[in-house]
């Protein structure tokens, strides 16, 4: 048996040693994420824009999820969603709080992977996702009663499986890509911008793909024109 047989049945310790260690890692700055949110949470009232979720909230689901206003009323889905556990919470304030707590956090590994995706080493990605657990402007805006931090995962959660799905075109994929999509069009519709970077994205890969064919067929066409009139 080869050298290279023998490494490809002999499991590598040191990179699976590698692959705890960063999962270990990645754990730890979800924990300092989670603490920092959950401090700056303590004792915090609604206040701001907060104030008008509080009072969209008192309007009946019908209003909500056909009326948008410009004023506090930008995202109906998200607010009626907070009126339906609300209703199961008995009013209190860490079950209004939890959607967005939630995004915030499903946002750290998210960027962690969506790095890995974009070709970055994962010291890179661990460094992104620290980033992103250490940010004041997301801090604040995971403990909000506002859609942010839900639209900023889901887009993500978006562009990450839009990467997948181009790797491995299945249906699973594609499926889950237009789900993630349509979820942070509910919270929001700056999502718009977001769905015309990915479609900019999908036909520069097209296009990236269909010149290649082009060449590849032009060098070929020229192989044979030239071995036929030799």
């Known amino acids: ?21 960063y999962k270990i890692i990645l754990l730890c700055v979800v924990i300092i994420g989670l603490s920092l949110r ?24 019908h209003f909500l999820l056909t009326h948008f ?18 209703q199961f919470g008995n ?21 962690y992977q969506l790095g ?3 070709g970055a080493h994962k010291e890179t990605a661990l460094i992104a996702s620290f980033l992103v ?17 839900m639209l900023l995962a889901f887009a993500a959660c978006a562009l990450l499986l839009f990467f997948i799905w ?7 994929n ?22 015309v970077f990915i479609g900019i994205l999908f036909f520069c890969t097209v296009y990236q793909k269909d010149k290649k064919n082009i060449t590849q067929r032009t060098i070929s066409d020229a192989n044979f024109y030239i071995s036929t009139n030799s």
């Open 69 to 86: 206003a410009s004023h506090w009323l930008t995202m109906n889905f998200y607010i009626a969603f907070l009126k339906l556990i609300n």
């Open 116 to 118: 890995l995706k974009v």
């Open 38 to 61: 959950l401090f700056f949470m303590h004792g915090r009232h609604f206040v701001d824009d907060e104030l008008g979720t509080l009072l969209w909230m008192k309007k009946d689901y």
């Open 133 to 149: 657990a250490v940010n004041p402007f997301l801090i604040r805006y995971s403990v909000i009663i506002r859609s942010y931090s």
């Open 174 to 195: 594609g499926v889950l890509f237009g789900v993630s999509l349509f979820l942070a069009f509910m919270m929001h519709a700056n999502t718009l911008y977001h769905a």
């Open 166 to 172: 181009q790797k491995n075109k299945t249906w699973t």
């Open 1 to 21: 048996m080869t050298k290279e047989n023998l490494q490809s049945v002999i499991p590598n310790n040191d990179t699976e040693n590698n692959q705890h260690s």
């Open 91 to 111: 009013g209190k304030a860490w079950v209004l709080v939890a959607p967005s707590l939630i995004g915030g956090m499903a946002l750290i590994p998210i960027i």
